[in-house]
């Protein structure tokens, strides 16, 4: 994003607040619209000077105090919000995404690294540690999991069981491997294998995935 970034802080730490306040203040195109400890965000700030980026330090904060001021004024479903000084939790960063935070920087984080993900979201980028990065794709995956073997039950009458063997088949585990992990015999495995077969009108065991896949996309 060329030019200078607007940036409004949110946060009930006053040391905090000001400390980011100067740095921000001596490095170049940043422009600090507002310092705010929460519960003066509503009437604190008007529209028209909206910052391009929002900060914070707490996730609870941003919520309660932000998110409804910008969800009454028809903001994006992204927010181009970064939370900083940030615990190394997957549960609340995953909860910080679903409500549309663009920027995770954890406890430990340098005021480089703060300063870098401010410009990365005001560029439209999204920023978070590369560790947590793999817990979001691991989520999402599972998400289209889960969905591809509710809409698979439906179309194909799996039972639960059939349903937990799809995605281990697609993985292109063996029977006996499928069967160590799930802690059962060998042959259930091969006889729920044999059902899904049936079910699916697949020939081979290889197909199941692709056919499950066919049911999520509407093929």
């Known amino acids: 994003m060329e030019g200078h970034i607007s940036v409004s802080i949110l946060s009930c730490n006053r040391l905090l607040r000001e400390t980011i306040a100067r740095i921000l203040t001596y490095k170049r195109n940043f422009n600090v619209v507002a310092v705010e400890p929460p519960g003066l965000v509503p009437g604190g700030i008007e529209l028209a000077r909206t910052p391009d980026v929002w900060v914070s330090d707490s996730l609870y904060d941003f919520v309660k105090q932000l998110l409804p001021y910008l969800v009454e004024r028809k903001r994006e479903r992204s927010v181009a919000c970064v939370l900083i000084a940030m615990p190394d939790d997957a549960k609340q960063f995953l909860t910080a995404v679903s409500y549309g935070v663009l920027g995770y920087v954890l406890q430990e984080a340098s005021p480089i690294d703060v300063i870098a993900a401010i410009r ?67 042959q259930t495995i091969k006889t729920h294998i044999h059902r899904i077969l049936r079910k699916t009108g697949v020939e081979d065991r290889f197909a199941i995935s692709a056919a499950c896949d066919a049911v999520q996309i509407g093929i």
């Not at 990365?120 to 978070?128: F, K, M, N, S």
């Not at 179309?155 to 029977?175: I, K, W, Y």
Request: net charge positive; hydrophobic share 40%.
């Open 120 to 186: 990365a979201v005001a560029r439209g980028e999204a920023v978070c540690p590369p560790h947590l990065a793999r817990v979001l794709f691991d989520f999402v995956a599972s998400q289209k999991s889960d969905l591809q073997n509710g809409r698979a039950t439906k179309q194909f009458r799996l039972t639960r069981r059939e349903q937990q063997l799809v995605p281990l088949v697609g993985r292109g585990l063996t029977n006996k491997e499928i069967a160590t992990h799930l802690n059962v015999s060998e």
